[in-house]
Each structure stands twice: as structure tokens, then as C-alpha cells.
């Protein structure tokens, strides 16, 4: 991981591998991840961006790994250390794919160009399968881009976390008669997500509609396009988020 020895110099100068993580989570500001990085030469080493982008478990600087611990954004600039499982496997779909045929009677000439999640989510919702996935056909594209959180508070383990004006992005979210969809994409062969890139914008959207909000997990590998659907049955806790179902397609076009 490129920024094992800015993190190793982070936890130095603040003495944070002497916090106890049990007790409560540890707090930092981007000015102090600066202020330690400041001598280090390449990007990845100095740029705050960078450095507190841990995606995935894999992505986390070994001095996090070795302490059970990940990163959660709570406001603009300040972060929480926090020990748990901040994490969620992306289970491998075991049944076979399904044919799908798409419900578009022309084809989409430009949906062949580049090869972005957000282009084969388009895609995807064009030929209505995130409709049937969904089994809704009411669901229209009306959340796109970064917005940032209002205000809410919710537990890891025994510790109260509170969130103020973070900015999340959803890559696609769409409202139909009774429900919002919320749409993560990933690039295909991830194996597990931080579990605040659902929660984070399932938050935020709950505090806007009365309607139920879903969260969905999206890949497509090769022609297959797969499509997780996690929930969170208790809003006020970060690991509470199961697996509702899955399922993997191939779009056929209808002529």
C-alpha cells in the first residue's frame, strides 16, 4: 500500500498507536495528516485524498491492518480511526447467469463506447434491468454526482459515531411510486466495500423521503452484469447490512 510509511509517520508524530481503540475511535484532521506529510516527495504520500481512500480491506495502510482498524470521514476535513469491521464482503454469485432480454427495440450505438461502471449502469437501466431487478417499473433516474450529508449519528460496536456535512456520491439513483435506488458501481473482481459508501448516501437519502430507500451493489464482468441488494435493518448502526439477494445477467437485445 503507497502510503504504509506516511501512515506509519502519522501514528508516530500524533502517538496514536498508543490510543486506546476499545474505549472510543481516534480523531484526526486533514491539517495534521499535512503537517506530517509535508516532506514526503510523491503524491500519494502527502495528498490527503489519497491517502484516506481505503476502499476496500486491501487498501488499507498496514498500521491500520495490524490494529483492526479503518477510516470513516465525519465532517469536512476531520476523520474517525475506528476500530471494527468497516467492511463488506461482495459475495461470489454461485447460479448461473440469466438471459435478460433488454426492453429497448432499438440499439444503443454510443453505449458501445469506453468501458466506465457509469456507461454499463446506463446501460443497464436503459434496457430496464435495474427495473426488474427491482421489480419496479415505475423507477426513474433523479440522483446523480456528490451531495453532503446532513447531520446523523449511528454506532460501530459500542461507539457512537457522529457525521456532519460529509460529501457523498452515488453513481446513479433512481425513484420509483414507494422506493429510492441507490446504486454503487465498482469495476469488476471487487471483493468486499467499505461499508460507508452504502450506508453514508442511505443515510443521507433517508432523512429526504418517507419512501423506503435501497441500497444496491453493481459490477459487470465481461457481458455479465451483477447486481447485489444489501439492506440495513437497524439505520442506526453501521454493520447492520445483510445480503437481500443477487443476481448475475446478460442483456440481449430485443431485435
Known amino acids: 500500500m503507497a502510503g504504509n510509511a506516511s501512515w506509519e509517520k502519522i501514528f508516530a508524530d500524533y502517538k496514536i498507536g498508543s490510543h486506546d481503540f476499545n474505549k472510543s475511535p481516534h480523531y484526526i484532521t486533514a491539517e495534521q495528516i499535512k503537517r506530517a506529510c509535508q516532506n514526503f516527495t510523491e503524491t500519494g504520500e502527502k495528498e ?10 486491501e487498501d488499507r495502510p498496514q498500521v491500520f491492518i495490524d490494529r483492526g482498524l479503518f477510516l470513516l470521514p465525519v465532517r469536512n476535513g476531520k476523520y474517525a480511526i475506528v476500530k471494527g469491521e468497516g467492511y463488506v464482503d461482495i459475495p461470489p454469485i454461485q447460479k448461473t447467469h440469466q438471459l435478460y432480454t433488454s426492453n429497448l427495440d432499438f440499439t444503443l450505438d454510443t453505449s458501445l463506447v469506453g468501458n466506465s461502471e457509469m456507461q454499463h449502469l446506463d446501460f443497464a437501466y436503459a434496457s430496464s434491468l435495474i427495473r426488474t431487478f427491482m421489480r419496479d417499473d415505475s423507477l426513474v433516474l433523479t440522483i446523480r454526482g ?14 457512537l459515531i457522529e457525521v456532519n456535512s460529509v460529501q457523498t456520491e452515488v453513481d446513479a439513483g433512481y425513484e420509483g411510486r414507494e422506493q429510492v435506488v441507490l446504486i454503487e458501481a465498482k469495476p469488476a473482481g471487487a471483493q468486499n466495500v467499505i461499508i460507508r459508501q452504502l450506508y453514508y448516501p442511505f443515510r443521507q437519502w433517508k432523512s429526504h423521503t418517507s419512501k423506503k430507500v435501497v441500497t444496491l451493489f453493481f459490477q459487470k464482468d465481461d457481458d455479465t452484469y451483477s447486481i447485489w441488494h444489501f439492506q440495513f435493518k437497524d439505520k442506526e448502526d453501521y454493520n447492520n447490512i445483510e445480503l437481500v439477494k443477487a443476481g448475475r445477467f446478460r442483456i440481449n437485445p430485443k431485435v
Not at 48 to 57: A, F, G, H, M, Y
Not at 146 to 159: A, I
Open 146 to 159: 456528490r451531495k453532503y450529508t446532513p447531520r446523523f449519528t449511528f454506532k460501530v460496536g459500542t461507539h
Open 48 to 57: 490527503v485524498r489519497i491517502l484516506c481512500k481505503q476502499d476496500s480491506r
